[in-house]
Nanobody
Framework: VQLQASGGGLVQPGGSLRLSCTVS????????MGWYRQAPGKQRELVAT???????KYADSVKGRFTISRINTKNTVYLQMNNLTPEDTAVYYC?????????????????WGQGTLVTVSS
């Protein structure tokens, strides 16, 4: 099981970016998909998650500015980030736990993407 994330980059304060992440492999189910971030010198923190049924959670710091969405049929999750501030600068990681076909039996996975850097600076 692999997660491939993309969409990071350098943006000015007030700007926007959209991150995307796709899960590949012999996926059986995905419980939820989400985004986390880790700023320099800080612990990794939750940004937003969305489960299969569409229930969404956001960190308080991004509510009203970020929007998470998911296309279940494509095993893809997006994070639309608007009105970015320098405090949003971090490496963003996507995460997806679920189950997969491990050669004839179903096993659990909890996979992370490679991280994509978002830098907000003028």
């Amino acid at each position: 099981v692999q997660l491939q994330a993309s969409g990071g980059g350098l943006v000015q304060p007030g700007g926007s970016l959209r991150l995307s992440c796709t899960v590949s492999g012999n996926i059986f189910t995905i419980k939820h998909m989400g985004w986390y971030r880790q700023a320099p010198g800080k612990q990794r923190e939750l940004v937003a998650t969305v489960d299969t049924g569409g229930t969404i959670k956001y960190a308080d710091s991004v509510k009203g500015r970020f929007t998470i969405s998911r296309i279940n049929t494509k095993n893809t999750v997006y994070l639309q980030m608007n009105n970015l501030t320098p405090e949003d600068t971090a490496v963003y990681y996507c995460n997806a736990p679920g189950t997969y076909d491990s050669g004839g039996y179903i096993d659990d996975f909890d996979a992370w993407g490679q991280g994509t850097l978002v830098t907000v600076s003028s």
